[in-house]
């Protein structure tokens, strides 16, 4: 699939920068129950840019590494490919570079602090790390290509969300009526966010909309038309990174209850036409471990064409993890 695995230096790196879109790997010889599906469709703006990666077996036995990278730019594709296949060992080898911690049974919530300020860290230098390894490969221009990323660590009963981006994170939790409502995860990191505007003008970039898409509002050099980025943070795209565009994520932890059923990762060719409640839906519907990725970028593409029939789809890639062992079916 595009990857080669070392499970003694925890090491995925790609062939060729990797050859498929999607993986789907499982770090064990016994085999685990599936817990998740992953799936990616090319949209209709050329080459599929979007990748994403399902790990299980990350880290500890039950632990999943779920990412999904939207790609822009000319180069795009060949970024998120890059980062799928290097950011889950990058990742491993911080943490486990950090001093261990003890658990004292007296002070749950202290070891859970140290156990999230630990990924946390991991993840900063991490992501800090794998944009510096893009900008020094001397063949690949990512002046202005990159890519978002949206990544999950489960660990146990810890959940850790880093964001870089608008894909999303959205979690399907079950209500005392036993209804599955939709938890979003992560905030959209984009320009018309106003913290993150406000970053971007103070380094000197400028963040307005064009005439034909006053929707949309992008980031801009300071005193050129150039390159119109339409997210806050990114990999690559160097040309903006002395002006406001960071690869520095969003870290976020949540702690997995009984009540939280599963947990999707898209890119924004999803969330742009259907919305958390739409797609938790249509993951609870499906109840298939195997089968839910496929079903929420199906109804995407329906969608795309229902709403936007005059224009060019976007690349769509979703990540389902079920949460919940009895949750995972794998019959399709």
Known sequence: MGICV???????????????????????????????????????????????????????????????????????????KLVMNKLPSLLLKHVLSLPKISSPKQNVKAVDDKNFNKWKEACLRSFKVMDKDIKSL???????????????????DDLFIANLGDSRAVLGRKTEEGVIEAVQLTIDLKPSLPSEAERIRKCDGRVL??????????????????????????????????????????????????????????????????????????????????????AVVQASLDAWKQKFPNSKRDDCAVICIYLQQQACLSDK
């Open 6 to 80: 070392s499970t003694a230096s925890y090491e995925i790196h790609a062939v060729d920068f990797g050859n498929e879109n999607v993986v789907h790997y499982e770090d064990n010889n016994n085999g685990y129950q599936q817990v998740g599906s992953v799936f990616s469709q090319q949209g209709s703006k050329g080459i599929n840019q979007d990748s994403a990666i399902l790990y299980q077996g990350y880290g500890v036995e039950n632990g999943v590494f779920g990412g999904v990278f939207d790609g822009h730019g000319e180069n795009g594709h060949i970024v998120s």
């Open 209 to 294: 909309a064009l005439k034909e898409e006053p929707h949309i509002q992008r980031v801009w050099l300071p005193h050129k038309d150039a390159p119109g980025l339409a997210m806050s943070r990114a990999f690559g795209d160097f040309m903006l990174k002395d002006h406001g565009i960071i690869s520095k994520p969003d870290v976020s932890y949540h702690h997995i209850s009984s009540n939280d059923q599963f947990l999707v990762l898209a890119t924004d060719g999803v969330w742009d036409v259907l919305s958390n409640d739409q797609v938790v839906s249509i993951v609870s519907a499906t109840n298939n471990a195997a089968a839910a990725s496929e």
């Open 138 to 156: 001397e063949k690949l221009d990512c002046s202005c290509s990159g890519t978002t990323a949206v990544v999950a660590i489960r660990q146990d």
